[in-house]
């Protein structure tokens, strides 16, 4: 059902090719072998790309000469100077075939390239100017003091990263004297009308000390109708104007892209960190993403987003063994996949992996289906600490308004601010005609919500039809466990089945269990009143302590089931799940374990008293 590849295979490749040689400007290149390109930005001037005449700029790249390369049988490799930084937009000009990818990678001792997609204000030409107003600094075009400063999305103080306006996640014009410590504001310094940056600092940043920088283009890297592209060990940082939808790495419209080991961080832009539109086969592995900041507040970036459009689809999509984490923007996933619906047919993201990644908050979704999205696998991630930002709630996986036939299983979650596992088929989105989710699926899973507020375990409303919720384990301590249909009007459950799950509650606050609207305490007062109604009751589900034992009370991702724990061979198998979270068989016993852990021999419990959040 769900055609997804684990990339966790190294694969090798012999080429044998007739070899014949080609003169490309001063350089020479032989058919079918492997081309060596290098830019490194620390010589003088550019030279034709070889390793003892490096091009000096992206922009010096002779993109056409790479296609020809390419087009005729070699292998090609754009190599990145480690320890280099480049302060411009690395649009690739060229892309690969199936088995000749162009590959963009790092070479050479020390850190990282780095792709910045900000402008550095303490160097020149930049001059800071005193403002009437104490502690309070500003950039001007005016009087020509400065070259044009384009709106920047973010401003980051030594590379920390500066809310906009008098408070955090509020775009403010300047006003005089209303600058706090840490805050940064766009305005008019003279009244004529000329660009202006202001920061908030006791001195001049020059004389501080201070490495002061303005996001100055929209994107870092963009990758445009270019196939089989890959992008390995490099930095991309700290690129987005206000206002624009562009993100730092940019994928339109091109197949079997890969990123792979890199680090993207610091997004300003309300399309966040990493933006995939009508492309199929995309990779994203062993990569850390982190922190999407939206520069109005009120925006909805994701640091990856993946979107179908009215006239695309999104394929084969992979995010593989990543560490994802911190979105502050209203709305923002940690990977938010969306589809659309045109003349009632969907268009979304089919048969891809959300999987072995950390996520981690803030974020209003750690990871979001929606509109057209379908067989895809969300499995074995370790999810956490999922706050929303300047809103309420945080879910760990939501599944939303046409979002059909898609696996949930064997993922650890910890500590959300609102429900851990939704699927709702009831708001619908623009254009979707037919918001119902169809056919989801959530097995094996560990929820525990610890002490956050409004922490709620699995809400399944609107129309839900073919919903599978079998063998989880979710223990919390405030907020309802589970939550069927949010009014007394919802009825649309055709096949819905709810079996061998285990909760348990560590408090007596608030409700337990919601059916249809109506509040139950326990879980056999909701089992009656679904049997009432002819609905799945939850058959073969209990309430109680599980008995977990822990090799690190902070974490369940080092959670196991303790002996004697009720859970033990209390599941039922369910296809396609035949291994837990790490990775151990579950076809050892008559029957599966409760949760994402199978059980261990050989542990003592911890008390339950000791799970916490993590800090």
């Known amino acids: ?112 390239p780095v792709i910045n997609g900000a402008a550095d204000y303490s160097a020149e030409p930049f001059r800071w100017n005193a403002s009437s107003a104490g502690n309070q600094w500003y950039l001007t075009t005016s009087a020509g003091l400065n070259p044009q400063i384009p709106e920047p999305g973010g401003v980051w103080l030594n590379e920390r990263y500066q809310f906009i306006g008098e408070y955090a996640g509020q775009w403010t014009p300047y006003i005089a004297g209303n600058l706090a410590a840490d805050r940064w504001a766009w305005g008019d310094a003279d009244g004529l009308g000329f660009s202006t940056v202001y920061i908030y600092s006791p001195k001049s940043p020059a004389l501080a000390g201070l490495r002061v920088e303005g996001s100055a283009r929209s994107k870092c890297v963009y990758i445009y109708r270019k196939d089989y592209v890959t992008i390995r060990d490099v930095e991309m940082k700290q690129s987005g104007l206000r206002n624009a939808v562009h993100p730092i790495c940019y994928v339109y419209e091109s197949d079997f892209v890969v990123l792979d080991r890199v680090f993207i961080h610091d997004a300003s832009g309300a399309a966040g960190a990493i933006y995939v539109m009508r492309s199929s086969n995309f990779v994203l592995r062993a990569s850390t993403v982190r922190d999407c900041y939206d520069p109005d507040g009120n925006g909805y970036g994701s640091l990856i987003y993946f979107e179908s459009g009215s006239a695309g689809t999104c394929q084969s999509l992979q995010v593989v063994s990543n560490r994802i984490y911190g979105c502050y923007a209203r709305g923002g996933d940690l990977v938010g996949v969306v589809g659309a619906w045109a003349s009632g047919v969907a268009y979304g993201a089919v048969h891809g992996c959300v999987e072995y990644n950390e996520l981690s908050g803030p974020a209003q979704n750690a990871v979001y289906f929606r509109s057209g999205t379908k067989g895809n696998v969300i499995r074995h991630n370790f999810i956490h600490d999922i706050k929303g930002y300047n809103v309420g709630g945080g879910i760990a996986v939501q599944l939303r308004d046409g979002a059909n036939d898609n696996v949930v299983y064997n993922n650890v979650v910890l500590n959300v601010y609102g429900p851990a596992l939704q699927s709702d088929g009831k708001n619908g989105g623009p254009g979707s005609v037919n918001p119902a989710c169809h056919g989801n699926r959530f097995i094996h899973n560990t929820i525990a919500n610890g002490s956050y507020p409004g922490a709620n375990g699995f809400h399944f409303f609107g129309s839900n039809t073919q919903l599978e919720v079998r063998n989880n384990l979710l223990i919390s301590n405030s907020g309802d466990m589970l939550l069927v249909g949010a009014d007394s009007n919802e009825t649309t459950y055709a096949g819905v089945r709810l079996s061998n799950n285990r909760y348990f509650k560590t408090t007596d606050s608030g409700q337990s269990f919601v059916y249809r609207g109506s509040n139950y305490k326990t879980l056999a007062a909701m089992q009656a009143a679904m049997l009432r109604d002819g609905f799945p009751n939850e058959e073969n589900s209990s309430f109680g302590l599980p008995l977990l034992v822990y090799s690190n009370p902070t974490t369940l991702a080092e959670a196991h089931l303790a002996a004697g724990s009720p859970c033990i061979n209390a599941g039922v198998f369910v296809s396609p799940v035949i291994v837990d979270y790490d990775l151990t068989s579950r076809l050892n016993d008559a029957a599966p374990d409760i949760g994402a852990l199978e059980f261990i021999a050989a542990k003592s419990p911890m008390p339950i008293s000791n799970l916490r959040r993590l800090e």
């Open 1 to 112: 059902m769900n055609n997804c590849t684990c990339m966790r295979i190294r694969l090798t490749q012999t080429l044998g090719f007739m070899v014949l040689t080609l003169t490309v400007g001063h350089a020479e290149y032989s058919r079918g072998e492997e081309q060596q390109l290098y830019v490194d930005a620390s010589v003088s001037s550019s030279g034709n790309g070889t390793l003892s005449a490096p091009y000096r700029a992206f922009s010096n790249i002779n993109w056409t000469a790479i296609g020809q390369m390419i087009a005729t049988g070699d292998v090609v490799f754009v190599n990145l100077r480690r320890g280099c930084e480049w302060r411009e937009e690395l649009q690739i000009g060229a892309g690969g075939t199936s088995n000749r990818p162009l590959t963009i990678q790092s070479y050479g001792e020390g850190a990282p």
